[in-house]
């Protein structure tokens, strides 16, 4: 039998993983803590199968990211009811035999847009159809927000917005529809501009308006085309490091059984996320 000792171990898990920062922002929280606990990123190729290995190994907890959040929510044994209502699973933690899940990404991203304005009221654009997007979707509708859906894959756009009851735009019909749009905010839920990734900016660039708040999920380059085309627009652009950040804490939150994380604690997690990467890294 292999049990960790000393240390509880936790990684990030999915495919490419090579571009995490989750690594650096969960060890300066465990160090700030004084929690003897370490992290790292595993690429895991098959899916749900590995997962089983991890458990075995003893790993207490897991931040799943692409392409294995929907099969997480399959995999799991116990799972929240927002999760299934989203339909992906982006925490992970060891119970018994198996894994309980939960979704943090909608509050990281609530939190991440709220930071900058009040999402009640206002109208949003969500790019993509993946765990991601629906998470965002999600967390969108839960402050009030009238979410319109965007992708290049109609079947699959159109089922996510069937899902949230919302309205979905293919990506070919977008330059068409710019004007009844109008969102307030924008954010880009696909790998697009990841590292090995596409870089094109995959809408027209007059849907750029100044003012407008425009998200990019991806993080790694922090700069990505997407984001330099918001930024020459003038538009009030949040870094996706913050997403990363609050999800971050609600999955220290639901590993560790605890109500809050303290404000020094988050202070030190992105502390070191701004250090960790630069604008066109």
Known sequence: MIKPVQKELYAVVGNPVDHSLSPVMMHAA????????????LQLDEFPEELSVLHKVGFK???????????????AQEVDETARVIGAVNTLKRVGDG????????????????SVSPLKGKRGLVLGAGGAARAVVYGLQQEGVDVTVCNRGVERG??????????????????????SLNPHLLVQCTPVGL?????????PPQLFQKGMVVMDTVYRPLHTPFVRQ????????VSG?????????EQLKFWLDI?????????????????AVKPNE
Not at 61 to 75: D, I, M, Q, R
Not at 99 to 114: E, H, P, Q, V
Not at 195 to 203: D, K, L, M, T, W
Not at 259 to 275: C, D, S
């Open 230 to 237: 918001a930024l020459k627009a003038e538009c009030t652009v």
């Open 158 to 179: 159109a089922s996510l917005a069937k899902a949230f009851q919302c309205s979905f735009i293919p990506l070919e019909e977008l330059p068409g529809k710019l004007a």
């Open 61 to 75: 907890g897991l931040s799943v990211t692409l392409p294995h959040k929907e099969a997480a929510l399959l995999a």
């Open 195 to 203: 590292a090995g990734h596409s870089s094109e900016v995959i809408v």
């Open 99 to 114: 894994w309980a899940g939960c979704n943090t990404d909608w509050k990281g991203s609530n939190a991440a847009l709220a």
């Open 259 to 275: 109500p809050a994380i303290h404000e020094e604690v988050m202070g030190a997690m992105r502390e070191t996320l701004q250090k």
């Open 30 to 41: 465990f160090e700030r803590m004084g929690h003897q606990a370490v992290y790292v990123a």
């Open 241 to 249: 490091l913050e997403m990363l950040l609050h999800q971050g804490v």
